[in-house]
């Protein structure tokens, strides 16, 4: 069964240093997504991005995070200088069609920012 | 008005139990309501969803009520088991757009 991945399961990091986020959506999916969870909580909306380019994001998108999808495989989430706050699972999703409803998530990367 | 409410928060089942998850909503223009599951360390999974032109969807033991006109939508486990044990999440989207979930109910199924 195709499935989304990522990769690191785990990483921790000091506050302040950047860290980038992978994954590897399903292959033939067109709209990809990150979502976090914060420990014990619901998971929260990030951002969506379908055409190489962000389609919605949240407030928590702030500048401090950015996406891209470097080589048509792969989709990134980087934050630029982490803060403890940004401590949380993160999920990364990916769907086939607009109004196509499942969306298939990743088993996340844990980010710890100490 | 993106907000989707859940409850509770934990539930405690017995083996053979039928586990109730309730959830409601604000916004109208929300036309699809999926659950997932959640197990420990795992990302969620779709479980079974619904969209507001149907009351009730059922598939296996798992059902979802749906009330357009209460705005609320809810999750049955018939026979519930051990292995149900996880955490569950209702959620909502508006067509195209991202999903809004739910805060979570914690699922535990004792033998």
């Known amino acids: 069964e195709p499935e989304v991945t990522q990769t690191p399961s785990h990483q921790v990091t000091q506050m302040g240093q950047e860290v980038i986020l992978r994954c590897v959506p399903i292959s033939n999916h067109l709209y990809f997504y990150w979502y976090r969870q914060i420990l014990g909580q619901k998971v929260e909306f990030l951002v969506s991005f379908y055409n190489n380019e962000i389609s919605e994001k949240s407030e928590i998108f702030d500048d401090q995070f950015s996406v891209e999808r470097p080589d048509g495989s792969n989709f990134t989430l980087k934050i630029r200088s982490t803060k403890l706050e940004d401590s949380a699972m993160y999920f990364c999703a990916s769907k086939w069609g607009s109004n196509t409803g499942e969306l298939f998530f990743g088993e996340g990367s844990r980010l710890t920012v100490l | 008005q993106q907000q989707v409410k859940q409850s509770p928060q934990s539930l405690i089942v017995q083996k053979g139990g039928i586990s109730i998850i309730n959830c409601a909503y604000e916004?109208?223009?929300?036309?699809?309501f999926p659950w997932y599951q959640q197990f420990p360390g795992k990302g969620p999974a779709l479980l079974i969803a619904?969209?507001?032109?149907?009351s009730e969807k059922k598939e296996g033991r798992f059902t979802i009520s749906f009330n357009k006109s209460a705005k609320q939508f809810s999750l049955h486990i018939m026979d519930s088991q051990p292995g149900d044990s996880a955490t569950y999440f209702c959620a909502a989207s508006t067509p195209g757009n991202m999903l809004t979930f739910g805060g979570g109910t914690r699922l535990m199924v004792k033998p």
């Open positions: 916004n109208t223009a929300f036309d699809y």
């Open positions: 619904i969209r507001p032109d149907v």
